[in-house]
């Protein structure tokens, strides 16, 4: 078995400029490229042209109309990485009906919360059928054992169904292709309806512009399917756009990470992305064997993107693998979100990062924008360039992330915050203040977006989707950031943002500084605030901690302390719980909300020896 090839010269390149997904298919499977699965030790397990998949997803689809489904009806799917999920979805689109990605066991404090976040999200979309892998029997049965849905089982039972004479009911260019469940929904779910033009503009946004596909290109990906990243920006667009991708599971990279590297050397491939915190583990868990047997040089588009974009982490990313060929010029940070189907800004290929230096107190909210500066992330990290406002520079240190900056009125610190690039054609974004008046540029305010792919709301639910998207099409997508020069920068979530004597403190900056302490590693750190005195609010971290001797943690929480005074002046609370408790959402991002609710509710336990 051989993987599908990178290029093929007898099917020329279209940018996902069709009217449906279907359509998409269709032209896909004239070519030779396709999909991809390895195993965790590299093997390819599976290699699907996309003439393949394509028949495959006509005889679900025939499957799925003998059912009796009505266009528009919602299909529950397990995304897990494989063959199958790939085949399922598509077959949807051959019924007309939506397939709803839900997530794996990940991240949901065992089975019975598994379980229920299931249920939760199937009784949510009102799924009608759900179709799951046999591995998940068990779980799938406890979930939907209080549904009314016209099939339940696995992908094996329902493909023993005859069709018989059904034929596939085809979509058109204004139907919803699937729901998209955010990565953080939890208690409150929200589907987010995503059309087929909707999701096809974006295919073509991030397929034309932002990647700038070429002959060459091949995409090697381990994000989760049920993610928006990983369904869009991988599955997607590359099928929409005919090129080849190698998958691994998700479980399989959080195992072995490297295998990502090792597949994109052994293949060739130009394209990738993840997290921040993917390209923090490889670097962590690179050795010199490993390195002498990696190729990286083929990498032309290293996409950043899901979380916030840390620069230090990228630069040690990049020196670990330079003697591998990798060049961090091909790193290209970018914007999006679930509710505007994926994409929204890039940076331009080549540029690799570019930071600006933003003052604490403007961060803070205490000051209008004074004492910034601007730079690229070079080979030791430091983002070098002009500090703008009223303070006069000859420089600044640092790791790129809170560096000093001296100048007349005495030492200030700064974070280095990314580039995150301009919008695509017929995008537009906006940063607007409380009062909903649109900011200049370096005026750090709510980020709206709109365009094409915008949603058209939150499935079956107005006032969720009205408290987001106004009439005129802008989406407010909860993000605080500011434009500079037509580049979009995002300095945190609006809901994460901590409040301590009237003045603004991104949690991220307090988790960043915790993780400098020796034996601290990325994740073990949640920044929240809790209820204090007077109805003040109490920056409390929350650290995973490893040490089981009373001194030495005790000592552990002076070093927090000080380490967080030190960098970001404020006095915090420090709360040390066991390994592996602070909650995740579905894609692995930590959950700054769950793990406020879960310590004022007494749901985490204080680490104890």
């Known amino acids: 078995m051989r993987p599908t090839p990178t290029q093929d010269r007898s099917l020329p390149r279209r940018f996902a400029d069709f009217e449906t997904l279907v359509d998409a298919v269709e032209y896909a499977a004239c070519g030779e490229r396709g999909i991809n699965f390895y195993s965790a030790r590299g093997e390819l397990t599976d290699a699907l042209p996309y003439s393949e998949i394509r028949n495959r997803?006509?005889?679900?689809?025939?499957?799925?109309?003998?059912?009796?489904?009505?266009r528009g009806d919602r299909v529950a799917l397990i995304a897990e990485t494989t063959p199958d999920f790939v085949c399922f979805f598509l077959g949807c689109q051959y019924a007309s009906v939506l397939p709803v990605p839900l997530p794996l066991p990940t991240s949901f404090g065992g089975r019975g919360g598994y379980v229920s976040q299931l249920a939760l999200q199937m009784k949510s979309c009102a799924a009608s059928a759900a179709i799951w892998p046999v591995a998940m029997a068990?779980?799938?049965?406890?979930?939907?054992?209080?549904?009314?849905?016209?099939?339940?089982?696995?992908?094996?039972?329902?493909?023993?169904?005859?069709?018989?004479?059904?034929?596939?009911?085809?979509?058109?260019?204004?139907?919803?292709?699937?729901?998209?469940?955010?990565?953080?929904?939890?208690?409150?779910?929200?589907?987010?309806?995503?059309t087929h033009h909707s999701l096809l503009s974006n295919c073509q946004g991030i397929g034309r512009h932002g990647v700038g596909l070429i002959d060459t290109d091949r995409c090697v990906s381990w994000l989760p399917f049920y993610h928006d990243m990983g369904l869009v920006g991988t599955f997607l667009t590359s099928l929409t756009c005919q090129v080849s991708v190698d998958y691994i599971a998700t479980e399989d990279f959080a195992r072995r990470p490297l295998q990502w590297l090792k597949i994109i050397s052994e293949n060739r491939g130009s394209i990738t992305y993840s997290p921040t915190f993917g390209y923090d583990i490889c670097a962590r868990r690179a050795r010199g064997s490993v390195l002498e047997e990696l190729d990286l040089s083929s990498m032309r588009v290293t996409g950043i993107g899901g979380d916030m974009i840390r620069p230090?982490?990228?630069?040690?990313?990049?020196?670990?693998?330079?003697?591998?060929?990798?060049?961090?010029?091909?790193?290209?940070?970018?914007?999006?979100?679930?509710?505007?189907?994926l994409a929204v800004s890039f940076m331009p290929v080549g540029k690799g990062i570019e930071t600006d230096l933003v003052n604490e107190k403007v961060l803070a909210g205490e000051s209008n924008g004074a004492h910034r500066g601007n730079g690229r992330v070079n080979g030791n990290g430091n983002g070098h360039g002009r500090h703008y406002g009223n303070g006069h520079s000859n420089g600044h240190s640092g790791n790129g992330l809170n560096g000093r900056h001296a100048n007349g009125n005495g030492a200030a610190r700064y974070r280095a915050v990314v580039n995150c690039g301009t919008p695509l054609p017929d995008y537009?974004?906006?940063?607007?203040?409380?009062?909903?008046?649109?900011?200049?540029?370096?005026?750090?305010?709510?980020?709206?977006?709109?365009?094409?792919?915008?949603?058209?709301?939150?499935?079956?639910?107005?006032?969720?989707?009205?408290?987001?998207?106004?009439?005129?099409?802008?989406?407010?997508?909860?993000?605080?950031?500011?434009?500079?020069?037509?580049?979009?920068?995002?300095?945190?979530?609006?809901?994460?943002?901590?409040?301590?004597?009237?003045?603004?403190?991104?949690p991220q900056d307090i988790e960043w500084?915790?993780?400098?302490l020796p034996g601290m590693r990325n994740g073990d750190i949640a920044a929240i605030s809790a209820p204090g005195a007077d109805a003040e609010e109490v920056p409390m971290v929350l650290v995973q901690c490893r040490q089981r001797d009373p001194e030495l943690r005790d000592a552990l929480i002076q070093q927090v302390k000080q380490k967080v005074r030190q960098a970001t002046g404020i006095a915090c609370e420090v709360e040390l719980v066991p390994p592996r408790t602070l909650p995740r959402t579905s894609s692995g991002k930590l959950s700054r909300s769950k793990a406020r609710a879960a310590f004022l509710s007494g749901g985490l336990s204080p680490a104890v020896s």
Not at 153 to 175: M, S
Not at 472 to 500: H, P
Not at 513 to 516: D, F, I, K, L, N
Request: charged content about 25%; overall charge negative.
């Open 138 to 194: 068990d779980l799938l049965e406890s979930a939907t054992k209080d549904l009314d849905l016209v099939f339940h089982g696995t992908t094996g039972e329902f493909l023993e169904i005859d069709p018989g004479r059904a034929t596939v009911q085809l979509p058109r260019r204004d139907d919803l292709a699937y729901l998209q469940y955010s990565s953080g929904s939890t208690r409150f779910p929200h589907g987010i309806s995503v």
């Open 428 to 506: 537009e974004i906006e940063v607007r203040a409380a009062d909903g008046e649109s900011l200049d540029d370096r005026a750090i305010g709510r980020i709206f977006v709109r365009g094409p792919s915008v949603m058209n709301g939150y499935f079956n639910d107005l006032a969720a989707t009205e408290s987001v998207l106004d009439e005129d099409g802008w989406l407010d997508t909860g993000d605080m950031g500011y434009m500079l020069n037509g580049s979009l920068y995002i300095v945190g979530r609006a809901k994460d943002m901590i409040i301590v004597n009237g003045k603004n403190h991104w």
């Open 57 to 70: 997803a006509v005889e679900i689809g025939r499957r799925l109309v003998s059912l009796g489904l009505n």
């Open 312 to 341: 230090e982490v990228m630069r040690q990313f990049a020196e670990t693998f330079a003697e591998a060929g990798f060049r961090q010029t091909a790193f290209v940070p970018s914007y999006g979100l679930a509710e505007c189907t």
């Open 513 to 516: 500084a915790v993780e400098q």
